[in-house]
């Protein structure tokens, strides 16, 4: 029997099957669901650490099935596959630890795990998917189980939130699903493929295919937040702290992202659509996105929010990174993806420790709040450097990549937008900082729950503790193996010089 | 009830049989009692019988174990029956080969859904009942003069024969319209949908269910059979007409569902809509029509389960609520997790998202639009999907949030909910199987239009 073609459905059943058990466990039956959601995520990331290692060696993993006479349902572990699928399979068992936390003793749990381990099952689809059908089914599927974690809470507001999002991401969804099935129509494949399947098409189908790069472009970038499709994403915020983490760091953001990915790459390829004249419009988008999101960023006092719009900033940067055409600034795109995910999952943990434990919501409200829980504010203060862009934490390689790849590529003002943005980056994150660690603490917190001696609970502690630790990790050993850094290389490499 | 859930299980063992048989020598005629086409009375059976038998077979065991848990006493003894009489009419309208006896089979098939919507009393049911009453009978009608001419023109009533005999003549073209008309108004096809909402709505919900996944395939089937074999080759732009129609029943039906307050009126247009993409096939299967036929085929069978499924669910809303407003559903989800998961799975294959069978049938259709440069088919396509999205999750919301008005719930029996869900998760299940369903479907190729000779 071939392991080789059930690895990557193993993955994917890997978070299904427990999430489906997890649906018809009582409330409180609370160990057994904290043991299944442990084993999912734990099984997925020895399953992912044997596609790293066997990829290594030249295996090659691809489960297929028929889907409809000439399409089939593709699982392949590319490189870029396992660079979004290591990424979301071990943010997701970080994750899952922090909702165990988070959500002791509060409702509906059940409800939250199963639709929690769809969400994670949908993400790993999506990364995995080596058509574009399959891209589509798994993104839909991202939609539908991330709307109950977001009205979770089952307040008008949080209805209200839910509504904005699947407007925003159902139109979106359409207009992806009207490009596919033309672009299928025209083609009759969808297989991702290095460097794109549309170079052989003819001159005549010119304004078809700018047509569908707008379209796919418009639906991947409702849920990567481009401007002006992110409307949804800042009252997307109303939905528990770990659902906001996972959304903004793997999940919905960062599948878009890494769809426009896919799109520019193994759909149409970069130099075709290089060719049709789409890049650098998206290149613009994504930078008047950036200053956009970081601008927006600077007014908002509610925590979440403001991290909410630093998000559709951040997230830009892959776009950015991708449209700039060149080998250089594909490598800054590309590992973004991965370090734009440890930085605001470490934000957002702690805007939850935050909130969880002191009350505290607003940046306002901050002052002193580096006294009381000095290592929540440690790892806050580590990702907020990191969006800045300081050496030598995560965000700094990437911009750096972005930036020496626009150059390469002879596009200076690349290099403006984003000192300008590392500028406002640092407004709005550095007052923050200030405020934590060197105002007064005031003489009572708006709502403090009792930790006893430590600060807060150790479910809520330790992964923010763990991602910050990893943002420092991949600046500092960017160039060992395995490490993000060298992936993007890996996938950069095969993108523009292996024939 | 015991021996109508064992009939049930009967006639799903016989479409199995069925199937293995047809699977092994192709379509099946049978002759009852050794007589052959003009005298006596013929049975065909190819896969297009056999999809509809099976979906006729699998929701109705479904709904005839739901029935069991949902009828008391008093209103069970005039069900069953009358479930029994429905499914032999359409047993006996899926298999067969002659117009007058597909009159006959229709005309008890009508008789039996208006009793059946009548069923549960009221004033409500009794005028919807009336209203659908005379709607079906017009129907018939209208189909019976269509019979009439064809005889009186071509000299037969037996399906192959007339395929053979047809010409492009008036009495063709005006049998077509008679028989058209009337069964796209026994379909409830927009603008003729009028008594739709009220007679869906008001029956008890093991007949909405009933009427809305089985009855109005039945007059589609008749419409499909008919098309495909006597009156395609000879249309002369109905089909023009005909996917008109459809968008406007999918643009219209979805906008009405979209308005409504209450849960069963909204299903009961969402049906509106959907029978509008049935339709919209006519035009498109000019170009390519296996491709076409499969999708509504698809259509047809996901949706059976789907509203069977949304019906259903809306009856165990009802029964523990007391009633169905939607803005008061009352954190349903929570309370009754089975239904909301029901009604959200059923609603994901009727938006057509994916993974599910409605996915299927509208990727097929939204193929055959493309490849054919039909940009007003696409774009009503999507414009009804992103419509149903909108109806479904706009129940789906509500079922989150408490509600202003708390209600005393009754407690709903599990079976009730067991099969809402597991009808749902088949919908969901078939865009997984159209490998195994597209070939089946097309055995004795029912899709290849065999009338092109005259």
Known sequence: ?499 | MGVSVATLFAVMFSTVGLGFQILDNGPYHHTIGGWVAPLGIGLYADGLSLLMLTITALVGLGISVYASAYFEQSRSVHFWPLWLFLLAALNGLFLSADIFNLYITLELMGLAAVALAALSGGVNALAGAMRYLLTTLLGSLAYLLGVALLYHGYGSVDISILAERADATPVLWASLGLMGAGLALKMALFPLHFWLPSAHASAPAPVSALLSALVIKGGFYILLRLWLEIFEPHSSGAEVLLGLLGSAAIIWGSLQALRQTRLKLLIAYSTVAQVGYLFMAFPLSMGAGVTVWSGVAYMALSHALAKAAMFLAAGNLLHFGGHDRIADLDRVVQRLPLTAGAFALAGVSIIGLPPSGGFIGKWLLLQSALTQGQWGMVIVMLLGSLLAAAYVFKVLGHAFIQASVPHEPRAVPARMEWVALLLACAAILIGFLAPILLPLINIGDPFVITGDIS
Not at chain 1, 215 to 232: R, S
């Open chain 1, 1 to 499: 029997m071939n392991w080789d073609a059930w690895i990557p459905l193993l993955v994917v059943a890997s978070s299904l099957l427990p999430g489906l058990v997890i649906f018809t466990l009582a409330e409180e039956r609370i160990r057994l669901r904290t043991t299944l959601n442990m084993f999912g995520a734990i099984s997925k990331l020895l399953l992912v650490g044997v596609m790293l290692w066997g990829v290594f060696h030249g295996h090659h993993y691809e489960t297929r099935m028929p889907l409809l006479p000439d399409l089939e349902l593709v699982l392949r572990a590319g490189p870029l596959a396992l660079l979004f699928v290591s990424l979301s399979t071990l943010l997701w068992l970080v994750t899952t630890v922090y909702a165990i936390g988070y959500l002791e003793g509060s409702p509906h749990r059940s409800r939250f795990f199963g639709f929690f381990s769809l969400c994670v099952t949908a993400t790993v689809g999506v990364a995995l998917a080596g058509n574009m059908i399959t891209f589509l089914i798994f993104y839909e599927l991202l939609t539908l189980s991330t709307y109950p974690l977001l009205v979770h809470r089952g307040t008008e507001e949080a209805r209200r939130a839910g509504q904005t999002y699947l407007v925003y991401t159902i139109i979106g969804g359409a207009l992806l699903l009207l490009g596919t099935a033309w672009l299928y129509s025209l083609t009759g494949t969808l297989e991702f493929t290095p460097r794109g399947f549309l170079s052989e098409l003819g001159g005549e189908h010119r304004s078809a295919l700018i047509t569908i790069f707008i379209l796919m472009i418009a639906g991947l970038g409702v849920k990567a937040a481009l401007f002006p499709l992110h409307g949804w994403l800042p009252l997307a915020m109303v939905a528990p702290a770990p659902v906001s983490a996972l959304l903004h760091a793997v999940a919905v953001v960062k599948a878009g992202a890494f769809g426009i990915v896919r799109v520019v790459y193994d759909v149409f390829g970069i130099d075709f659509a290089s060719a049709l004249g789409v890049i650098e419009p998206l290149a613009w988008l994504a930078a008047f996105t950036i200053i956009y999101g970081s601008l927006r960023a600077l007014f908002q006092d509610d925590l979440k929010r403001r991290l909410a719009f630093s998000t559709v900033s951040q997230v830009s940067y892959i776009a950015l990174g991708v449209a700039i055409a060149g080998p250089v600034a594909t490598i800054g795109g590309v590992v973004h993806l991965v370090h734009q995910g440890l930085m605001k999952i470490t934000l957002f943990f702690c805007a939850g420790n935050l909130a969880e434990t002191l009350g505290i919501h607003k940046v306002s409200e901050m002052n002193g709040v580096g006294r009381r829980m000095p290592w929540t504010m440690a790892a806050f203060t580590i990702g907020a450097f990191g969006m800045i862009g300081a050496p030598p934490l995560a965000g700094f390689i990437s911009k750096w990549y972005l930036g020496m790849g626009a150059l390469e590529a002879g596009q200076s003002w690349v290099v403006i937008v984003l000192a300008g943005s590392s500028l406002l980056n640092a407004v709005y994150f550095l007052p923050i900082l200030y405020a934590a660690w060197f105002r007064k603490a005031p003489d009572s917190w708006p709502h403090e729950h009792d930790f006893g001696r430590k600060e807060t609970a150790l479910a809520l502690l330790l992964p923010p503790l763990i991602t910050a630790a990893l943002v420092l990790a991949a600046g500092l050993l960017a160039t060992l193996p395995f490490s993000p850094l060298e992936w993007a290389k890996l996938i950069s490499v095969r993108e523009f010089y292996q024939p």
